[in-house]
């Protein structure tokens, strides 16, 4: 399988003769590829360089990078560095930076690059890293310097600050290019679902649906993959449980992957797993593609690819039994950090393989009180998988019992799945996030102080796609805004009145425009709510309520000029006779800022309306 991306690997090539950088990209998606095709021109072109698979070798000190290197004599590292390069530009690579998982040896590392960047003033460094990481690893990513004014818009995140260079995911012309070479391929992706589609675009999925179907796979087992995870599940069948000796291949991965996570390394020694009894299944794995041997060190084996690593950790050590899970991923700060995607691969088996033991993890992480970062990772796997609203009525049936002395507990929870929902998705669109929609409808009937906030802003997210979306979530959509001023109007009977007033002004600066906004769908029931704002009018009403209302005037005039003056009037009709300060007379005078704009709308409308005559 070969894939040719020109534009991006000569901009690779391109920004590393001019400064440091991180190449950045998600996992499987085609870094080290680039990198071994830059190192190839570079060496073309006689540029001296030096090489480090990160993946592939153990450093726990400075030191250790000498031997790595090569570097054979008494020197120092920065003199055999200066010496290598000669006064010429050099470029040393790093790849697979993000292998280096923990702080012990990400602070080798930081050691190491520090040393290059300011003690080797010929060298530019060029590191490989996982997006996550690359937003993540702070401490040990400041190293690079800040700015991409050079690095073209299209291979560039704003979240990342350092100097950078995005591999993005193939395009439809790249994917085709693939598909021309596993022709198989070709009606599994013609019929896939937005979703499906999506696995087409990581050249490392592309190549593990080769291997299957070099397998035998049938292709309507590919059609019906769903996620990753589905897919490298059929990948350990045929590689690894199908083989007449699966347990010994079984026996042999456990034990390279616990010795793994034990040292926090990727590689083992090869003396470790080639033993006399397992030779052949050893060697098999090898030419399987399972397991490879280091390019650095030939004593050394690690998996073909460290999703491989990840997804055998999830398989084989993390034990499916909700205690023990949580036991074996709470032993030593560092291990979460190490096994991070292992946990999410993890979680979605679960999900896909048996939902109800997913449950029973999910709320066992959830219920316990240390590890928070735990907390989190059910919920990822959640928001990322969830296709239907059954699949999310397990939360739904805990919040049928307000009596529940947990029930403030899934209150909260919903808070926090709703900002792994922001956080992971940015956007809700339509076609790929319609169940969101079923979902936000459905806790309407459950809104609380303790998540409206996000709430809110998933409807207002929402609302900004409001003509991509078919006329039965806009229905939706527009009762959700409507119910959730009424709601407010009426609280919840504990809260206090500052508590009242709080919610009164969030509300009013995220539920007015939604009405607003939204008013089109059911101008009459729009109305009746809106007008409820005019009557509320005087010294105790909310300032951002008609405030607000008359910033999105020009949403009414369109479809309710009738309304649209008769808030004009009350608006600016309205005299405070009281001389002292309430919330109404504090920032009235903002209110007067809009008439200008009151009236501008009036005059488009009517030269509208005389248009059409």
Not at 361 to 379: A, G, T
Request: neutral net charge.
């Amino acid at each position: 399988m070969d894939i040719e991306r020109k534009e991006l690997l000569n901009n690779l090539i391109s920004l590393i003769k001019r400064g440091h950088l991180l190449l950045i990209g998600d996992p499987g998606i085609g870094k080290s590829w680039l990198v071994e095709k830059l190192y190839n021109k570079i060496n073309e072109e006689n540029i001296p360089n030096k090489f480090i698979h990160a993946d592939s070798i153990i450093t726990n000190i400075l030191l250790d990078f000498k031997s790595v290197l090569n570097f054979k004599n008494r020197l120092s590292l920065e003199d055999n560095f200066n010496y290598k390069s000669n006064g010429k530009r050099s470029i040393l690579i790093i790849d697979a930076l993000d292998a280096a998982r923990g702080e012990a040896k990400q602070s080798v590392y930081r050691e190491f690059i520090n040393l290059v960047l300011e003690k080797c003033p010929d060298w530019f460094v060029l590191a490989t890293i996982r997006t996550y990481d690359a937003k993540y690893s702070h401490e040990l990513l400041s190293l690079f310097p800040s700015g991409n004014t050079d690095v073209p818009e299209e291979f560039r995140i704003p979240e990342v600050k350092y100097r950078h260079l995005l591999v993005p995911f193939l395009s439809e012309e790249e994917i085709y290019t693939v598909l021309d070479q596993i022709i198989p391929l070709k009606e599994v992706y013609r019929n896939a679902t937005i979703d499906q589609k999506e696995l087409f675009k990581i050249p490392f999925d592309l190549w593990i649906m080769e291997q299957l179907i070099q397998e035998g796979i049938p292709l309507e087992k590919l059609s019906n993959v769903q996620d990753v995870v589905q897919l490298f599940g059929y990948y350990w069948n045929f590689r690894i449980d199908a083989k007449k000796d699966s347990k010994k291949r079984e026996a042999i991965l456990k034990k390279a992957v616990t010795a793994m996570v034990k040292s926090n390394n990727l590689t083992v020694n090869i003396k470790f797993l080639r033993t006399p009894k397992r030779l052949d299944t050893y060697e098999s794995l090898l030419s399987d593609q399972v397991l490879r041997v280091s390019s650095d060190s030939e004593n050394l084996a690690l998996f073909n690819h460290n999703i491989l690593f990840d997804y055998a950790v999830s398989k084989l050590l993390i034990k499916e039994i909700p205690e023990e899970a949580y036991r074996f991923l709470t032993r030593g700060p560092s291990r979460p950090v190490f096994i991070r995607p292992s946990i999410d691969y993890f979680f979605a088996r679960l999900w896909f393989d048996n939902r109800k033991l997913f449950w029973e993890v999910f709320w066992y992480f959830l219920y316990q009180k240390k590890e928070e970062y735990l907390h989190l990772m059910p919920m990822l796997c959640l928001v990322n998988e969830i296709q239907y609203l059954g699949d999310f009525q397990p939360i739904l049936d805990k919040l049928k019992n307000k009596n529940s002395l947990k029930y403030q507990f899934y209150l909260l929870m919903l808070k926090r799945i709703f900002q792994t929902l922001k956080s992971i998705k940015k956007d809700i669109i339509p076609e790929r996030d319609n169940v969101w929609i079923e979902i936000l409808f459905k806790l309407n009937s459950f809104l609380s102080v303790k998540f409206i906030d996000e709430y809110l802003r998933l409807l207002a997210n929402a609302i900004n796609k409001w003509s991509d979306w078919q006329r039965d979530e806009q229905n939706k959509i527009a009762f959700m805004s409507r119910a959730i001023l009424w709601w407010a109007w009426e609280p919840p009977s504990e809260l206090n009145q500052r508590q009242i007033k709080k919610l009164h002004e969030v509300v009013a600066v995220w539920g007015v425009p939604l009405v607003c906004k939204t008013y089109t769908e059911n101008p009459k029931e729009s109305k009746e709510l809106l007008s409820k704002i005019l009557f509320r009018l005087g010294p105790t009403s909310t300032i951002s309520e008609i405030y607000i209302l008359v910033q999105e005037i020009e949403r009414i005039w369109s479809c309710d000029p009738e309304f649209a003056v008769q808030i004009y009037k009350a608006v600016f009709s309205y005299e405070e006779k009281s001389e002292e300060k309430t919330l109404m007379t504090e920032e009235y005078s903002h209110l007067q800022a809009q008439e200008d704009k009151i009236i501008e709308c009036a005059i488009i409308h009517l030269l509208r309306v005389s248009q059409n005559f």
